[in-house]
């Protein structure tokens, strides 16, 4: 046997390990689910909201909390805006908070709850690094209503803006969803002061972050004060003048006109609570609404309701008990896991975890639009999939578009196939979502000008004003639409070309002069390659394209070594390619199908590819653990656990099929 066919065989032993551990991690309810967890904001904003609202944490969940803030400790002694950062003057002092709450003693390590982090080195950090008057925005706000830190000193978060014409550019419907639903709850807290009591242990952390007595402190003189750490987007001209009119209008607000606007805030929190049982957007607006709750009517039927539904939040990882960054990413894991499964040439072995995987799929449909979507500034969903669950119920365009692929692929295999009106009710809603520019953006159709990015107020998070158009989800659409083609094009017929003309033309602008693409949701340039690469190819561009040339070049000029890919989550700050060594499995996978997307399978570069997948893989099948390769608004990373597990396999397939003799 020669070296060539011994190599194809040991890849294809791989992928067949692959999916054996891939499929064992499959839920009796057809779903593939996982942590999500890497933003060091969440678990702490949990337990601010826990201890505000008098809930008790049981102690098994607290040990587990301190367990995983140990765990994420840097050796300077301070918590990062996510677990492989630098420290984070926001993150440091709301982790401190959190760990004294959770019953950790100011000496620490050492607990009666088991090891904890190193309290006097994260004091000495908070301290070192100007203290929390130089937390970004969200800190304070939370600091805020704990009582440990003066609403005098926060920029102004008047829930009068609610009030507005909806026509200005600047209305807050305008606004990427999740901005908009998460300042909901923080005008309501700002404009009502909201505060718990100054308890003993309130007074002791107000003297544990501090350098100087908290009743001395002049909060208004540190509004704008940010430490460095925390600057990532820096306050510009026109949000400090905007801060500045705003500031003078809260010195003497209209009562009846407060009143009226903390009404509308709060019809608006509430339908948010509605029309997605209770689990929201996501865990930072889900525990600011039951902090609303709270304050509105303390143990009230509402609070108790909502803070109950938290838990679906937290998630038992092998660090500790974390907060994960949804409620699920069961839709998203499923989808991709059938299309790694039914790449590979052992589908057929595995029809019953296939056809479980397909009624998940198809129970996950979102089947009607939300009541009253305009008044409420939402787009219409019915016929769109969510990220997670379908109980939460926001529609977004990815998750849909794989979705759809996930159901064609499965029509052999499935009990009932999905019925024709379904797919063609989501490929309806996808065409619904395109955006003027010819992309799609991640949830709802762009809304607002570039422009309102000025007056971001977050300082830790960059993009975040506007759903923008992304490569990802322009590419994922793009893909739905051109199996759509074939599927349903008696229905659609020449609306689906023109679609797809137009998402391809926003890829093609999107890539730059050296032939790569910026991702927004992975690091970074890497996924951008395989999302270019395949819009491109679903759009019928072929290898001979300029433009994919352009992009196989640039992942071969970053190949490492090794055979794999490494991108640092350096790549997203700086927006420029930040090679990490050894490389990385997801990286590499992703990198690898660009290459066969580009048709460059038969080149040596995608064999040391492949085999480097191989050899990494570990004898149960699965691949280690990794760096986190997840990211969202530049910033913060966040852990998919599963891309380590489907997207080696799906590589490993698709290099195998486009590269075997011809």
Request: overall charge positive.
């Amino acid at each position: 046997m020669s070296g060539e066919a011994m190599s194809r065989e040991r890849l294809l032993d791989a992928v067949r390990r692959g999916v054996g551990f891939l499929v064992s991690q499959q839920r009796t309810d057809g779903r593939w689910d996982g942590e999500y967890g890497g933003p060091m904001f969440l678990l702490p904003l949990y337990v601010a909201g826990a201890y505000v609202s008098g809930q008790e944490i049981p102690e098994p969940r607290r040990r587990g909390m301190i367990a995983y803030f140990s765990s994420v400790q840097n050796a300077d002694g301070s918590i990062g805006l996510h677990t492989e950062a630098p420290g984070s003057m926001f993150c440091t002092s709301l982790s401190y908070v959190a760990l004294r709450l959770l019953g950790v003693p100011p000496e620490g390590p050492s607990t009666s709850l088991g090891p904890g982090p190193d309290m006097a080195r994260m004091r000495e950090w908070i301290r070192a690094n100007g203290t929390p008057l130089g937390s970004a925005a969200w800190g304070k706000a939370v600091l805020a209503f704990l009582n440990l830190y003066g609403y005098d000193g926060i920029q102004p978060v008047p829930p009068e803006l609610w009030l507005l014409p909806q026509c200005l550019p600047f209305h807050p419907g305008r606004l990427w969803c999740h901005v908009r639903q998460v300042y909901l709850p923080l005008a309501y807290l700002y404009a009502t002061r909201a505060c718990c009591p100054a308890t003993p242990l309130i007074r002791a952390l107000r003297k544990e972050l501090y350098d100087q007595p908290y009743e001395q402190i002049r909060f208004a003189r540190h509004r704008a004060t940010l430490a460095d750490c925390d600057a990532y987007v820096r306050p510009t001209q026109l949000l400090r003048a905007a801060n500045r009119l705003l500031h003078a209008y809260e010195r003497r607000p209209m009562r009846w006109l407060r009143r009226r606007s903390l009404a509308r805030v709060l019809d608006h929190i509430e339908y948010e609570d509605r029309t997605t049982n209770l689990i929201n957007i996501g865990p930072v607006n889900a525990v600011l609404n039951t902090v609303v709750h709270h304050f509105r009517q303390p143990g009230g039927p509402a609070f108790r309701a909502h803070f109950h539904a938290l838990g679906v939040y937290l998630f038992e990882s092998p660090s500790g008990l974390l907060m994960n960054g949804e409620d699920s990413t069961a839709l998203w894991d499923t989808a991709f896991s059938v299309q790694a499964i039914t790449a590979t040439p052992f589908a057929d072995e595995y029809a019953p975890t296939l056809r479980r995987a397909h009624a998940f799929i198809a129970d996950a449909q979102i089947l009607e639009d939300p009541p009253q979507a305009l008044r409420y500034y939402r787009h219409p969903s019915c016929g769109a999939w969510p990220f997670g669950s379908r109980a939460q119920g926001w529609a977004v365009t990815d998750c849909t578009a794989e979705a759809f692929k996930s159901c064609v692929l499965l029509e052999p295999l499935a009990e009932q196939p999905l019925p024709e009106d379904r797919l063609a009710a989501a490929i309806r809603w996808l065409l619904s979502a395109q955006n003027r520019d010819g992309g799609w953006a991640s949830y709802e159709k762009r809304r607002g000008p570039r422009w309102l990015e000025r007056f971001n107020p977050s300082h830790s998070f960059a993009d975040i004003m506007v759903d923008y158009s992304y490569t990802e989800c322009t590419s994922a659409v793009v893909q739905a639409l051109a199996v759509a083609r074939r599927r349903l094009r008696s229905r659609f017929g020449r609306e689906l070309d023109r679609a797809v003309r137009r998402g391809a033309g926003l890829i093609r602008r999107n890539q730059r002069p050296d032939g790569s693409w910026e991702g927004s949701w992975g690091v970074c340039f890497t996924i951008g390659a395989w999302y270019g690469v395949q819009g491109l190819r679903a759009a019928g561009c072929g290898p001979d394209d300029p433009q994919m040339r352009k992009a196989a070049d640039f992942l071969l000029a970053h190949q490492n070594p090794d055979g794999g890919w490494g991108e640092h989550y350096q790549s997203c700050l700086q927006r420029r390619y930040v090679a990490r060594q050894p490389s990385l499995a997801v990286n590499t996978a992703w990198a690898l199908m660009a290459l066969v997307g580009a048709g460059r399978a038969h080149t040596e570069a995608a064999a040391r590819a492949a085999r480097y997948l191989a050899e990494l893989q570990q004898p149960d099948g699965d691949w280690p653990r990794e760096p986190m390769t997840g990211v969202f608004n530049k910033t913060t990373l966040i852990h998919y656990d599963n891309y380590r597990r489907y997207f080696p396999i799906r590589a490993l397939a698709e290099f195998l099929n486009a590269s075997a003799p011809r």
